[in-house]
Antibody, heavy 126, light 108 residues
């Protein structure tokens, strides 16, 4: 069964650090594009970061320089290292597998996020 | 970065058809994908690409696009379709992603 399970959330003081984990089963993290998405209480979805199968990483402006996405191929696990946390980072954090297709010319079609974890809650508060 | 704009709320009578729209410059270049999210649950992909449904998604869900606007149509809305719906796409840079603000669908 294809599944993602997040962990590592909790209560952290402003300025602190936290590392989220996302353990995958049923597929290989390193062969896929993987994203982190967050949702603040009562708010909409916000994309946070993506790591491509080749290792390239990209971030939302709101977290650039503070968050780092990575993966451990031996553990088939995705991570999000969050530093210098702020109150506005309080949210449920989801990891998600991206679906895509490359055509013969090398152009890739983004087909959205087809597998999601259940989410882990991060609360930044003193 | 770029933005995707959705109406905050839409309502539909049981069994009727409803269209939820998403506007943004990036949609001129990239497909939108659509997600359904019910309270306390993770989002679920319902439409991707030109008009594709993942396995298990009812065929009453369909997608379309024109210019800078993508649409999700539910033909014959059911009570269980009451949820928040989000559109999502690559942003104008191509490497970031962006979500719309979400549309709360009420089935009357």
């Amino acid at each position: 069964e294809v599944q993602l399970v997040e962990s590592g959330g909790g209560l952290i003081q402003p300025g602190g650090s936290l590392r989220l984990s996302c353990a995958a089963s049923g597929f290989t993290v390193s062969s896929n594009y993987m994203s982190w998405v967050r949702q603040a209480p009562g708010k909409g979805l916000e994309w946070v970061s993506v790591i491509y199968s080749g290792g390239s990483t990209y971030y939302a402006d709101s977290v650039k320089g503070r968050f780092t996405i990575s993966r451990d191929n031996s553990k088939n696990t995705l991570y999000l290292q969050m530093n210098s946390l702020r109150a506005e980072d309080t949210a449920v954090y989801y990891c998600a597998r991206e679906s895509y297709y490359y055509d013969s010319s090398g152009y890739y079609y983004y087909y959205g996020m087809d597998v999601w974890g259940q989410g882990t809650t991060v609360t930044v508060s003193s | 970065s770029s933005e995707l704009t959705q109406d905050p709320a839409v309502s539909v009578a049981l069994g009727q058809t409803v269209r939820i729209t998403c506007q943004g410059d990036s949609l001129r270049s990239y497909y939108a994908s659509w997600y359904q999210q019910k309270p306390g649950q993770a989002p679920v992909l319902v439409i991707y690409g030109k008009n594709n449904r993942p396995s298990g998604i009812p065929d009453r869900f369909s997608g379309s696009s024109s210019g800078n606007t993508a649409s999700l149509t539910i033909t014959g809305a059911q009570a269980e379709d009451e949820a928040d719906y989000y559109c999502n796409s690559r942003d104008s840079s191509g490497n970031s992603r962006v979500f719309g603000g979400g549309t709360k669908l009420t089935v009357l």
